[in-house]
T-cell receptor, first 112, second 115 residues
Framework: SQQGEEDPQALSIQEGENATMNCSYK?????LQWYRQNSGRGLVHLIL?????REKHSGRLRVTLDTSKKSSSLLITASRAADTASYFC????????????FGKGTKLTVNP | GAGVSQSPRYKVAKRGQDVALRCDPI?????LFWYQQALGQGPEFLTY????????KSGLPSDRFFAERPEGSVSTLKIQRTQQEDSAVYLC?????????????FGPGTRLTVL
């Protein structure tokens, strides 16, 4: 069974706009990771945030983590058509193995 | 350098057939993972190796599923007596070191269709 839920399930925006996706999870985590998946490049790691971190940036990506609410958000600024993909959050349980537990994903469409 | 490769990319099997899916991880990567992704869903964990040791197989859905990594490099996921519900994309991932803070690099997947 999957750990969490992404919200929204689908998001459609215009190029240049910002896109925000949210992820909730159920149990204590070691870290949370965001991945992107499209048909051309498969599943690609975007960013990892540890449980003792609150915010992390990578280029146009900003990730926040609120462990008290068991939630995370991914912000993509100044979106491009090439950002069109499905985005998944994945968690690593505290005290568990190294396996990733994925949510169901948010399908982002960026219109030119 | 080469990424994670998987073969075959597509496999069609008749119900009841056995299939074998191969994963070649990035050279030198210690950890190897198998995930199953149904249409419209996120990947779900199947099993995990550290070198040749299978440390977690809690995600294997039944005893028809078997994975091995005998020399700590290439891995094979075998599904016996395939059923229609086994139709999915099977993803392999590897990471360089042991430990939870490591990025997993995914292969392109094998799309299995069971008729």
């Amino acid at each position: 069974s999957q750990q969490g839920e992404e919200d929204p399930q689908a998001l459609s925006i215009q190029e240049g706009e910002n896109a925000t996706m949210n992820c909730s999870y159920k149990t204590s985590i070691n870290n949370l990771q965001w991945y992107r998946q499209n048909s051309g490049r498969g599943l690609v790691h975007l960013i990892l945030i540890r449980s003792n971190e609150r915010e992390k940036h990578s280029g146009r990506l900003r990730v926040t983590l609120d462990t008290s609410k068991k939630s995370s958000s991914l912000l993509i600024t100044a979106s491009r058509a090439a950002d069109t993909a499905s985005y998944f959050c994945a968690t690593v349980f505290q005290g568990g193995s190294e396996k990733l537990v994925f949510g169901k994903g948010t399908k982002l469409t960026v219109n030119p | 350098g080469a990424g994670v490769s998987q073969s075959p990319r597509y496999k069609v099997a008749k119900r009841g057939q056995d299939v074998a899916l191969r994963c070649d991880p990035i050279s030198g990567h210690v950890s190897l993972f198998w995930y199953q992704q149904a249409l419209g869903q996120g990947p779900e964990f199947l099993t995990y190796f550290q070198n040749e040791a299978q440390l977690d197989k809690s995600g294997l859905p039944s005893d028809r599923f078997f994975a091995e990594r005998p020399e700590g490099s290439v891995s094979t996921l075998k599904i016996q007596r395939t059923q229609q519900e086994d139709s999915a994309v099977y993803l392999c991932a590897s990471s360089l070191w042991r430990g939870s803070y490591n990025e997993q690099f995914f292969g392109p997947g094998t799309r299995l269709t069971v008729l």
